[in-house]
């Protein structure tokens, strides 16, 4: 539950990416983000394997689909037995006066168009495996990195409400 400080509600939004079916890295990811008092958790896409979407039960999760992902239908059941929420391609939230947008990335146009919109207060996408967390005018753009595929897997914290974003490697023991 987030603590009140004032008239502000203080929340961390954990954000991962590119898990591509590999249980023990999305296991590991999700103890640091329970550690670190995480109240949601945004997956901006290629979980590739529908198994591995169980491991969020008890997590409050929103997801969007990315290339490598199964059809959207075969992943609706189990997002939403776990309680969680499938945005499709494209995803929204408003949390603590702040929009977020979150995307896989791989539709560049798309990516940039959202960016540069002004619409959010931060875009998070994935897709290319390299975190990073640059301005764009106003908006926050984070990518998270990677579960797999990396030479040290990584994930994203965002504070709020004043969007502070802190990176964090994931050990694989």
């Known amino acids: 539950m987030p603590m009140r400080i004032g008239v502000a509600v203080a929340m961390i939004l954990g ?12 296991s590991a990811a999700l ?19 529908v198994s591995t979407l169980t491991l969020f039960a008890g997590t409050p999760l929103h997801l969007v689909l990315g290339n490598c992902d199964p059809p959207a239908q075969s992943l609706h059941e189990v997002v939403d037995a776990i309680g969680g929420t499938l945005h499709g391609r494209f995803g929204t939230l408003q949390l603590e006066q702040r929009r977020f947008a979150f995307l896989h990335g791989d539709d560049r146009n798309r990516l940039e168009y959202t960016i540069r919109s002004g619409s959010f207060d931060v875009v998070f996408h994935g897709h290319t495996h390299q975190r990073r967390c640059v ?17 040290i ?11 502070r974003v ?4 994931v050990p694989l023991d």
């Open 166 to 169: 802190e990176f964090l490697d």
């Open 15 to 26: 954000v991962i990416s590119d898990s591509h079916g590999h249980q023990q890295a999305v």
């Open 31 to 49: 103890r640091l983000l329970q550690a670190r008092g995480v109240n949601c958790v945004v997956h901006c896409g290629d979980v590739d394997d």
């Open 135 to 151: 301005r764009v005018g106003r908006t926050w753009v984070v990518n998270p990195g990677a579960l797999v595929r990396v030479p």
């Open 153 to 163: 897997p990584t994930i994203a914290l965002v504070h709020l409400p004043e969007v």
